[in-house]
């Protein structure tokens, strides 16, 4: 599959780290050590206290800010929850829909994903719709069967158009803060099990369009080589995304890749 259909991606996932107060520090360290050439889209998902501070600090960067989860509800008595309206009217670019994170500790079926996903694609928004196996699945041989079933229920009820613009991210919950990352090859297999999935659902011309990030333990040492993998358009990045230093590594080596493409 060709990957001049698709640009790169990378994408920090700062959880439930950063004080606002630190955002401002953070975002210029990052800013004097990214690299000139613009080989990919960069982002941040920060916590919601977070967002404001961090949209003042990147007005003129190229980083693209998201959130990290949504309600499915369009408003009302939800206490204590942010509707995909209130982050599309930050002009927030992008958000996190099922991590594994909130599927087990908020209790998140894929159901939910999907509410998320059509309420973040109706604000205009791109979900980065989250995937992942468990050890014991992977163990039991249940991988592709169950990121199958994931894919396609994160993805019901939007048209071909709509998926085009969503962005999936491959995590298995095994490599998640593990710093156990999946190697290359098992990496590239699901995320080409992923856009096969696509292609049947939805077509070629969709599937070669979507753009596939892997994302569990991706550190500056291995991002290349898993970022040179046909199917990996690029990585979501927790832990190793905190670190300036070393999110600018992973964000330059989208250029290795693209040199040896
Ligand atoms: P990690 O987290 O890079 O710290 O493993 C990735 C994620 O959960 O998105």
Request: charged share 20%; with cysteine.
């Amino acid at each position: 599959m060709n990957k001049k259909y698709r640009k790169a991606l990378i994408v920090g996932n700062w959880k439930m780290n950063m004080l606002p107060s630190e955002v401002k520090g953070y975002v210029a360290a990052l800013r004097g050590l990214l690299p000139r050439q613009k080989t990919c889209d960069i982002a941040v998902c920060a916590p919601y206290v977070a967002i404001p501070a961090l949209i003042r600090a990147a007005r003129d960067t190229r980083l693209g800010i998201g959130a990290q989860d949504v309600s499915a509800h369009e408003g009302g008595a939800y206490t204590g929850e942010v509707s995909a309206a209130m982050l599309s009217d930050l002009g927030l670019k992008y958000c996190i829909a099922g991590h594994s994170e909130c599927r087990r500790y908020h209790n998140e079926r894929s159901h939910n994903v999907n509410e998320k996903v059509v309420a973040l694609v109706n604000e205009g928004i791109t979900p980065i719709v989250c995937v992942g196996e468990t050890e014991i699945e992977r163990s039991r041989s249940l991988t592709l069967d169950h990121i199958s079933y994931q894919v396609k229920a994160a993805l019901a009820d939007l048209t071909g158009a709509q998926v085009r613009r969503c962005v999936i991210a491959y995590e298995p919950i095994w490599a998640i803060g593990t710093g156990k990352t999946a190697t290359a090859e098992q990496a590239q297999e699901i995320c080409c099990h992923i856009r096969s999935v696509i292609r049947k659902e939805y077509g070629a011309r969709i599937a070669r369009a979507v753009c596939i990030l892997y994302g569990g333990s991706m550190n500056a040492d291995n991002a290349a080589e898993l970022l040179a993998m046909p199917d990996i358009d690029g990585g979501l990045i927790g832990s190793a995304s905190l670190r300036p230093e070393e999110f600018a590594k992973i964000i330059a080596a989208t250029a290795q890749e693209e040199a040896t493409a």
